[in-house]
């Protein structure tokens, strides 16, 4: 068996993720901002037979990506090497009133962690997988990469970007026998949504997606969107007159109570 790595693994869809993946003997490979934050985690994944390898990663900090990379090249993975990467971790924020727009600085940290830091991330992960021949890469990026909501139009645009470059990575190094996965799930029940003041149409909990991501990526599938209803009902709505389809979209519209982009919270944490 070979590693997997997943980042934001500390709580929410990454910490589900990694319970999922917890299989007796199964080496993770699990991040966050501090060696503290993962301890709970990984207590967990070692009851239930994985070997552990917490590491540190501040998507927000380029010298802490550097320090990433030379710390995992150092694990003995054995002969399988680094067989999975899921990219889990980002930031979210959104507006926190109608009368004004998102501020600038949330808005730039969201494409910068969720987009810029995660391509520096994967990029030389996807080198090395290449020049071995093999491995998966997965992202997770979100249905608002098909609908971009008008309350965080950032976090849309930065999804948005991710799902485009991992659909470039895909058809990039297919020929090298490279998966590559972009994972767009709709509202899940973490902190995240838990600042939301409106609809949360289709949510489910972490458990559940983990679930479903678990299953799509044994399937090398290349896409992974859910629930399916949210995703078909995106599809449909993006067939109307953009005044048909404001009009159908406004009652999902909603604020953040505390939007925390500056808190550095991880996606769907």
């Known amino acids: 068996m070979g590693g997997i790595l997943i980042t934001g693994a ?40 994985a070997q552990i390898s917490p590491l540190v990663l501040d998507l927000d900090d380029p010298d802490s990506v550097d320090a990433f990379h030379v710390a995992r090249r150092r694990l003995d993975l054995g002969a399988g090497g680094l067989s999975l990467v899921i990219a889990n971790a980002g930031v979210f924020a959104g507006r926190s009133s109608f009368a004004k727009l998102e501020g600038v600085d949330a808005q730039v940290h969201q494409i910068n962690v969720n987009l810029t ?77 838990e600042g939301h003041q409106g609809l949360l149409p289709g949510l489910m909990s972490a458990e ?3 679930t479903i991501i678990h299953r799509g990526l044994a399937q090398k599938k290349r896409q992974i969107a859910f629930p399916l209803s949210i995703a078909w009902l995106i599809w449909l709505t993006n067939w109307l007159p953009d005044p048909l389809r404001r009009l159908a979209l406004k009652p999902y519209r909603y604020q953040v109570r505390s939007p925390h982009a500056d808190l550095k919270a991880e996606s769907k944490d």
């Open 10 to 49: 500390s709580r929410g869809l990454g910490a589900a993720l990694a319970t999922r993946y917890a299989t007796p003997g199964q080496r993770l490979i699990l991040t966050a901002r501090s060696l503290k934050a993962l301890s709970d985690i990984s207590r967990v994944c070692r009851d239930q037979g």
């Open 117 to 193: 830091a995660n391509i520096a991330l994967l990029t030389p992960i996807a080198e090395e997988m290449r020049k071995a021949g093999r491995g998966h890469i997965a992202v997770v990026s979100s249905l608002a990469a098909r609908q971009p909501q008008p309350d965080s139009p950032a976090y849309s645009a930065s999804k948005a970007g991710l799902s485009a470059w991992a659909k470039a990575m895909a058809d990039d190094l297919a020929e090298a026998g490279i998966h590559v996965t972009d994972i767009q799930p709709g509202h899940i029940d973490t902190a995240q949504t």
């Open 208 to 210: 559940k997606a983990a």
